[in-house]
């Protein structure tokens, strides 16, 4: 990822996929709020969200499997960029998993009539994100480089597995009040229509891309304060 | 650890005197579990002195150190659900209808705890203050097996038909069978030091 930032075209100084990610995001904010969404009981304008709340759960998503390879590899390789890279990694998607949270609350609010319901969706993702923060923990308390790789690498894998058992597969096994679980019917089924899908899937590459971004300059950011505190 | 499992079991005996509910019931036994196998099986790696670390290091591979740990770890987990689920019936009162069900959820609930805890307690022990970060670690990877496996004990306290709880065995065993798996594969990564 730091190469692509390094040596990928400029264009009026910026990469080009940080140009991407702008316009995406900026497209899928108007466009968002603009175009025409078909008419549904319950979600009525609501269903907007659907550009913001989901795009934004699958860009944080991306980011983590990411974050898992680089994991791997580090493991594989042993090298330092790849621990950085990764922890970084999380550290952003945990930013954006807040703000798929803050906006699905709102839509919750809207909606089911309450900021935050017992549902298994909901409960499995809180644990996922406390699973993520104690990652962050538990990079804090080692000082040793090459061991807090190690370990951190391994409880990494272990977390992204358990997150996605957590948020796929135990919601699909109870009732859940989610889209697309507990034998509702997911948003593909009826009403992502082509109008939708036109902003649906550039706000997700359009996320993503800005996560990238993110890691980018915090990795920078990292490899500068070691290199002065290497002085 | 018996005298652990004793004590707490006396305390919510002497706070609750009889049993308020099923839920509750059944509820307050899980999560005295909870906290008894992270005193348990948490120790299991930080207990152990570099010198003899070393020692198993010379004479084993890393998958035969950790699944014997494991097999240690859910036999001691065992032997210990039962007798808390003795005195507990014992003192508190046993308010289960369907004892073949609660059997296997006290099984599967021993072993999951006994797995996750064991392969928590070896990154936990790579750290220097290790037995708080045991619980920051473990005890969100925890709660979902333990929240479907108070679902799954409710439904054998009720006395329900067991095939209601198919599901939520299927989920417990993937779970177990998960953890498993990964530490098998990212044991020696720790391992190795």
């Known amino acids: 990822m730091l190469k692509i930032g390094e040596t990928s075209t400029q264009i009026l100084g910026l990469a080009w ?37 989901v795009t934004q759960w699958f860009g944080m998503m991306i980011i983590l499997t990411a974050s898992l390879v680089y994991s791997i590899i580090h493991l594989a390789k042993g090298d330092r960029r790849s621990d950085i890279i990764a922890s970084e990694g999380v550290n952003v998607a945990l930013f954006m998993g807040v703000l798929g949270l803050l906006t699905g609350m709102l839509w919750a609010k809207n909606t089911w009539g309450t900021y935050w319901t017992g549902d298994a969706k909901l409960n499995g993702v809180a644990m996922g994100m406390l699973v993520y923060l104690a990652y962050t923990v538990l990079r804090g308390s080692m000082d040793e480089e090459q061991k807090r790789g ?9 977390a992204y597995v358990m997150f996605m058992v957590f948020i796929m597969v135990l919601p699909r096994m109870t009732d859940s009040l989610h889209p697309g679980n507990g034998g509702n019917p997911g948003f593909g089924g009826y009403d992502l229509n082509s109008n939708m899908r036109i902003v649906f899937y550039p706000a997700i590459i359009g996320w993503t891309l800005l996560g990238v971004w993110f890691i980018n300059i915090r990795v920078r950011m990292k490899s500068i304060i070691e290199r002065r505190n290497a002085k | ?40 099986v948490g120790r299991s790696f930080i207990q152990e ?55 296997l959820a006290l099984v599967l609930g021993s072993t999951g705890f006994a797995l996750i805890l064991t392969l928590m307690s070896a990154i936990a022990s790579k750290t220097e203050n290790n037995m708080s970060l045991m619980a920051i670690l473990s005890f969100p990877v925890q709660l979902p097996f333990l929240i479907t496996l108070i679902k799954l004990s409710k439904n054998a306290v009720d006395g329900l038909d067991p095939s209601i709880s198919y599901n939520l065995i299927i989920v417990l065993v993937m779970i177990i069978m998960i953890v498993l798996a990964l530490s098998y594969i990212l044991f020696p990564y720790l391992w190795r030091d």
Request: proline residues 3%; glycine residues 2%.
């Open chain 2, 49 to 103: 002195r570099k010198g003899r670390l070393l020692y198993y290091y010379s004479i084993a591979s890393p998958q035969a150190f950790l699944l014997a740990k494991m097999l240690y770890n859910a036999l001691l987990m065992l032997v210990i659900t039962f007798l808390a689920y003795a005195i507990y019936a014992w003192w508190i009162g046993d308010l289960v209808q369907d004892h073949l069900t609660f059997m």
């Open chain 1, 17 to 53: 996929w940080k140009w991407v990610s702008i316009v995406l995001v900026l497209f899928a904010l108007t466009a968002g709020m603009i175009l025409d969404v078909p008419k549904l009981p319950i979600l009525h304008e609501t269903i907007r969200n659907l550009y913001y709340h």
């Open chain 1, 150 to 158: 190690r370990v951190s690498a391994v409880y990494n894998i272990f």
């Open chain 2, 1 to 40: 650890m018996l005298l652990y499992v004793v004590s707490t079991v006396f305390v919510c005996y002497l706070s609750f005197r009889s049993v308020v509910s099923v839920p509750v019931w059944n509820a307050l036994f899980w999560i005295i579990m909870l906290f008894a196998s992270l005193n348990a």
